[in-house]
Each structure stands twice: as C-alpha cells, then as structure tokens.
C-alpha cells in the first residue's frame, strides 16, 4: 500500500505539517499547502474543553481522526500520546487508526496517563527504553500492513533528562523499528534541539515541534539537515480562539452582527468549505 | 427540574445565543456573556466538512451537544434540523437531547433529509402542517419531565410561501404546544421579518436568526417586542475559519512560526480554557 | 480490491450468510460456517431495545457493523435499511460502509423512517421507482473503488402491491445497476418467493430473507435457481434471547448460579472467542 | 437525587444483580426479577470480540451504558475497570457516568492496563493503597451530586496477596469514602470469600460475585450476612453464546431454519421486548 508521507519525506523536501481539531481546520491546512495533518491530541483535547491529559478516550480522539482522512487527501500524522496503555493496547490502537486511514503514528514515551508537554509543573514520567521499544515493536507489526509509519516521541528533554539520555532513547527507538524520531524540547530557544538534531547519529530522520522555540524556521531547519518533518502542533486552535474571542466580543460591545459580518468568512465561503457546490451535481445527477 | 433559559426569557430580558461547533467554542461565547449557545447543525455539519444537508447522524450531533452542555454553564438550545424522520424519532431524538442537558430543542418543518435554509437554490420543502404538529406533540412530550423548551421554526419564508402561510403556521404550532416560535428569513435586509413580528399575534414568543440580515440589531429587535430570543447562527465557524485561513497563510508565507506567535492566543491561554489549573488543584488532593 | 464475497457467488455456489448484532455473535457464525454476516438492523435495534424503525442513528449502526468487519475474516453485508435519506445521503453512507470494510450493502425502497418488515399492521410505503434508482446509482458510484457490491432490496411484496410490481422494480434496479435484487416476503409459505423467482427474468441473481417461510430450505433454494444468497436475518438475536431468558429465569429461582453453571459456555470459552491466547502471545513478545 | 440502589440496599435485602452487554440483556434481566443490572466490562469486550484488558474505550463502555441506563427502570452498577487512568481520569469518568445515569460504579485496584481476573496466567498488580484511595475520594467527589455509590473493588486475592492484605485494603477503602467494598476470589469454592467475610469488620457492607465459586447460593450468601450485592457477571453473554453455538450448527446442519424457528423467541417476541407497542400507540396519537 502507497504512503503518501513516506514519499514526500523520501523525496527530500523538508515536510510541514499543520495541526487540526476537525475535518475543517485539515481542509483549511491543506489548501494553505501544509504537506500533511497532525490529528492533535493537544487540540482536541482543547476543542473539547478538557487538559490534553489523557482524558479523552481513544474513541474519541480515532473518530475524528477517521472524519479527518475522509476529508483531506493530505496524508494524517495521529497523535496517540502514549499509545492508551501498554504494548498490547498499542497494537490493538496502531491497527485501528491504519484502518482509520492514517498515514502516520506517533507514540510518546510518557507514562500513562500523561500530562500535556509544555506545561510549567506538568508531571512527565518516562517508561523504561526496554518497555517502549516493546511498545515500538508493536505498534510497527500492527501497521505493517498499511505501511503506517511509526514515529517515537521522546520526552526526554521535556524530562530534564538531558541531551545524553534524549539521543540514547532516540538511537534506542530507531533500532527497535521507529521509522522517525519526534524530539522533543520545552525551550524557548532553538538550541537544545540544534545541539540535538547536530549530535543524533540515528539511522533514521527526526521529527520536530517548534511550539516553544518558534525562532526556528523552515530554512533554519533545512541547513541542519536530519529533520524530515516539522509539525505545528496548536496553531489551529490557538488562531481560531484568537478570532472567536475577537468577534464573540465584538457582537457583544456593537449589540449585533452588522459590522462583524463584512470581517469574517461569508456563509457562501463556508458552503464552498463543506462542498455543497459538489453535492448540488450529485443532486442533478441522483435526485429524480 | 429548573431551566435557566426559561427563567431568563421570563426576566424579559433579550436572550442572546451564539452557536458553537464544539465546547471550546461554547465556553468562549460564554465568557463573552452570551446568555445560551447553539448547538448548531451547520456549524458541526462545517466542521467536518460536509454539507448542512442532513448528512451527519443524529449521534454525530448529540454527542458533540452532550459534550458542549458538560462544559458550559449556559443554557445550551440544540439544533435537531428536522427531528431525524417523523413524530416517532422526534420523541426518541428530544428524549435523548433531554438527557444530554439540552435547556430547549428546535424543530424546523422541512423534509428529511433538509437543506441548509439559505442556500441559494437549496430545495426548500415543508411537511404539512398537521405533520409538523404531531412532531411538536411528541417533542413536548418527551422534554417535559426534564423542562425542555420546545422551539418550532417555519422555514415558510425560506421556502417561499410568504408571510401569510408563515403566520398561519406559526399560529398552528404555538397552539401545538410550541413554547416559542423560531421564524426564519434569508432576505438581506430585516423587512420581512420586522413584518412577521409586527403581524405576530400567537400566544407565544419569537426566536429570530439575523444571519441573511445583519441589520437588525438587538436594540431594534427590543423595539419590536415579540422576539425572545436572537440566534447567531454560525459567527464562531465563520470566525475560525477567517482566522486559520489567516494564520495558514502566514505561516507558508514566512516559512515558520516566528511571527504568527505573537498573533495568536498563547499555549498557556489554551491550558486555561481547558481548566488545567482545576486539574492541578486536583492532583494536588488526589494524587499521592 | 478482492471482495470476498463477489468471489463465493462467482464460484456459484448458495452463498448463507447469518445475521449478527455485535461481533461475537459475528464470530460465532463465522465459526459455524456460515459464508458471509448480515449487520443487521433488526438484530441492532433488539440489542439496543428499541424498535427496528429509523430509530438507531446511522452512526450506531455503522459503528457496530465496522466492529464486526474488524473481528472476522468473513464478508459482510450491510443492512443501510433505507439509505438514511436521500440519494446523497446513500452516496455518502455508501462511501462510510466502504471504508469500514463492508463487502456489500442492501438498500430498500421503502420511505424513510421505515417500520420493520414483518410487523403486522406495520407503515409500509415505497418510494417511486425513479427515486429509488437515483439512490441505487449514488451506492453504485460510492461504494465503486472498493468493489462493494450494491443489492437492492424491495420491498413491493411487503407493502403488498403484488407479484408484478415485485418484478417491475426488481428489473428496475437491476437496470439501475444493483449487483442482487432482494425480494422480501412476509408470506409464512414459500409459494410467493417461489413464484416470483420462477418468473425472475432480470440480468442479476436474486437474494432472499426466509424469516417469515423457513420452510423454504436451502435444499430447495438451490433447486430453484437465480438465488445466489440466504440471509438468516434474526436467528441470532432469538437464539441468544431465548437462553438468556432461560438461564436468567433459573438463577432467579435456584438463588444462585451452581446449576446453570455447568450448562452454559464456560468462562474459559469466552476467554478463547475473545482471542485471549493471541493476546498472551502478543505479551510475550512486546512486554519487556 | 434518589438512588434506587441505595433503597434497596437499606432495606436491607440481598440485592442480585445481573450482568448486560446491551440494553436488550438488561430488560431481560429486569424482566427477570434482577435487582439492577451489572454494565459489565468482561460481557462488553466479548461483544466486541477483544480480552478483557482495557482494550475497549471509555467511550465505548460509557455509551452502552448510557443505553442500558435509558432502557431499564433497575439500577445500573457500572463496571470502570482500574478507572482509566489516575485519580483525575477517575474523577472525569465518574461525572460522566454519573450523567450517563448510573446508580453506582466500581473501581478495581489493578494497575493499567487490567487484565481480566480469573483469567489464569493473568497480570494481576495492584497500585499502592495511598493511589487507590485518592482514586476512591476523587470517585465520591464526582458523584455525590448525583448520589452515585462508589464500590472499591479488591483484587487483592486475585493477585495472591492473601487475606490480610486483602482485609487491609478492604478497611482502606472504605475508610476513603467507599460504599461499598466489592471483594474479588478466584477459588473455585466459596472458603475464601467465607472466611473473608467472616473477619470483615469494616464499616460499610460487601458486594462478591460468585463467577469461580457458584456454589455459593444467596441462600448461603445470607446466612453470612454483612455482603449487600451479588453480581452474576458474564451469564448473559455465556447463555447468549451457548445457544447462538447451538443454534447456528444446527442451522448449518439442517440447511435451512424450518426446525430452529420453534425452538427460538419468535419476532413477534423480540417486538415486544423493543417495546413496538408503545411505539404504535405513540404513532396513533402523533402521525398525522
């Protein structure tokens, strides 16, 4: 089975991909460019109004990841935080989101239930390397069969564990299967991640999220070589909180949507959006 | 049982209602002070990128409303398109919308599947009158025991039957049982539906849905008397929208996220939307 | 893509498929034999205590039957009951049970919400023969990349407008593109099914349902030609209601459960359906 | 908030629930005579064809549940496994059921993921008493609103920690805030349970469930005094795969359900236990 990330990132070019909380937020990264989709666990976890700490079920976050696929032909990075439990769940989930539709997977070396990332206080608790690569394993035997690549997140950095015990898991996870390594960092600076991405002697790329050290750009990004894949991981939501409060506000203070109307999206746009210009042909065609 | 959004319609004063397309957006119009949220068909239905044609299920929908009521304080008005079939799915659908936390349900008298209303050469098809009555019956029946209010909305207008067959049904579904009427226009300025609220003599309140006709501000709406309730029916998917196209845009262009970082709602914003602080608090009690 | 059950009534023999309301009852049939699994929506309904009338959302139905196609290597056929709506609403559910890995889906031309069919006194009523061709060309279309074959199921002989119009729509569909027309009967003899298969002149083989004439055995069905599938439509919800109504009434009056321990499947046989022997294994493997 | 449950057992008679995987086997249940229905994790992952290992999501259980809860008047016990995850994910997932209806709900001492208990050869790992016991107060917190009892579930026996241990954590418990204390054996005679009981001094009653032991009739049960529940908790679906064994052989054996169909429920029987009846009334009174 063809994987369309596997082909962009063997093709060379430095692959970005763009978070979504839903169908509409994928279609919008798509039509900006993004290369891919990362079915963020952070966003839907905010979408729903909860801390991204392992409380929405799998369920949940594998449904809106199948609504996403359906919706986008940008191939899907899920985010399966540490994978809902030990290596058993790991395939059981991994087979599930092949299934799904998507085209990657990334599981992260917290243990369960994790706490968000970037948190200042959050609890980050790493599992022993001999039980994540079980978990590795796993997840690579359950996608095999779609070609899902497997992505292994280490937090070791988020873990003050420092530089040292980050590569050794990452050099770990590579041998027990991982097609990537996602590293990690909590800096505001790019330099952990520079002194990181120069050290990591792996047989295979590494994945970055530049959330905290959003100084790293693209280009940046490409001299240091090694790095495959870049994923923004929360812009979706945080633009479109940014906007709901903006307007939300507004229509409160005018008493009304008059002037707010002219400064977002028409509903003609949205109709575009939901492919309503699709269904009115499908309605000539099939409708008598 | 009690139902904040009666008490507020019976204070007299004009209730404001955003829509929402899932809890996030929910809580955000209600710090902004709206006084209800509109669990709204069209904005979940964008959301995942499909039409407002009767596309997604009845448990599409109800799970988000669920999920939004466990959220918000704000009494939540859910939008149940046609009722999913006749009089008997309408007493299943609004018995389960009841047990979900729904303060009101609204039904709108068009065929299944329906068309979003202000669609341009949408097909507009309304049941007969005694049908539509028997789905009130049975919508009224099944919210009691949980206080639900029971909206009817005539898509008369939207349908092209004129002001005269929109009264008349009005008048038929108040007598039904209705608690309020929900009175739809997709004219571009307010004149038909100032018209219908001036005409308006049924024994109960008005729901207005100002999309097509931005105008019609809440201080006039007050002039008018008659209207109860004021629907912003799809401004935060058309805010979100606006705002990730935008950021989108942005990132592409400058190869990063160096700069859209300042733009936009900080990660630490998202945690408190998502009550992490809560979550601390508790950890601090339970976890040991 | 390989449909497995293409291939069966390719081969030309009587293909017997057994209905399921979740997939162990799926297992168990698979187990027994049978050649495919009918998701049916009566079964689904029972299992939810709710009455086999439009009442199960899409998605439940949906949900279930992707379960079931996850837990056994048998095709299965997907009972859509009248599509959800319309034509667009066959292409888009169409396109969900595809993905979700159904060999085939049988639509009906009865309006929506539908009553169950052997239901005396039920509300039978049938769409017009064009609409029910756009729906049939919408499956067709849909359900095309994954090679799901598309029966069309009539319902003429339930709402008893007789043999030729049986016939009439049967030829329809089969014109319409339907890969199997279904004639429903609810005649406690098998004369009617025989008839109107005697006088079957369309291009595609027929498949029948023999609830209501199990004496109508497959013995015979093969002497008659042009049937390609049984559906035993019920069998397994009835099966499971009566021994459980039995073991539960024996509990209640021996005060314990010693006696009908020793007459039904032990623990451990549940442990083997559930394929907790591959779990073992899988933990071998992985759980370091 | 009233609690049937907590009725029952204040009146101070052996209250017998019965296990469900589907509202269908909780009416028969209640039909039966059962005091409440036992939302059973082991029956629902053998529905669904997977180990009982914390494979299904907390979805999933929750929303049968939920289903059971809408089709029974009989108090539903909610089995949540270890909880999903620590004391926060408790507290998350106990409003949730809570709101699902629920008249209880019971939490195990396992670390997660569980495997199941009578399962030989099973992972059986208990977490301190200090985590379970913050698990326990988050579980009343969450559901004091709504009245739900808390049930602790000791696995202690199962993991093999021997009586002491197992009386240590009873007492634990309850001194929490449990209700209840359920109190788990894997011998295949009652002398463990007997003696446990026996030396049981904790202040708030016991719940078993005779799976390994059924020679402990109620009768007996009584005569012990201070246990207030029994919990049947896989009959349902061991009767239902007996006979769906049974039937489905027989089905293939005789090659057609001429002979099956009188020794099976009839449909009209599964009509009536979808309640049609109601709905045929409910369609006189509101189709028009």
């Not at 769940?89 to 990334?106: D, E, F, I, P, S």
């Not at 690569?133 to 359950?142: L, Q, S, W």
Request: hydrophobic share 50%; aromatic share 6%; with cysteine.
């Amino acid at each position: 089975m063809a994987n369309a990330l596997k082909e962009k990132i063997a093709a060379g070019r430095l692959v970005t991909v763009m978070s979504a909380h839903n169908p509409l937020s994928a279609r919008l990264a798509e039509e900006a460019g993004f290369d891919g989709i990362w079915a963020s666990g952070f966003e839907l976890s905010a979408a729903y109004g909860v801390p991204d700490a392992s409380l929405l079920s799998m369920t949940q976050h594998l449904d809106m990841t199948r609504a996403i696929c359906e919706q986008v032909a940008a191939p899907v990075v899920a985010d399966l935080d540490t994978g809902y439990g030990n290596a058993i769940n790991v395939g059981h989930v991994v087979g599930a989101y092949a299934r799904a539709g998507a085209a990657a997977v990334v599981i992260e070396d917290k243990t369960f239930p994790k706490d968000t990332s970037l948190l200042a206080g959050g609890r980050q608790e790493l599992v022993r390397v001999g039980e994540f690569e079980g978990k590795i394993e796993a997840a690579v035997a359950a996608g095999k069969d779609r070609s899902v690549l497997v992505i292994a997140r280490t937090e070791a950095l988020i873990a003050d564990l420092g530089l040292d015990e980050a590569l050794r898991r990452g050099r770990a996870y590579a041998e027990a299967g991982a097609d990537l390594i996602l590293i990690h960092s909590k800096k505001k600076t790019p330099d952990e991640i520079v002194a990181f991405t120069e050290r990591w002697d792996g047989t295979v790329p590494l994945v970055i999220v530049p959330t905290a050290y959003p100084a790293l750009t693209e280009a940046k990004v490409r001299t240091l070589g090694k790095i495959a894949i870049v994923i923004y991981a929360n812009h979706a939501v945080r633009a479109a909180v940014t906007a709901m409060r903006k307007v939300f506000a507004e229509i409160r203070r005018d008493g009304g949507i008059d002037k707010v109307d002219k400064e977002i999206a028409s509903v003609e746009d949205i109709f575009d959006l939901q492919r309503v210009g699709a269904m009115k042909a499908a309605e000539k065609k099939y409708l008598r």
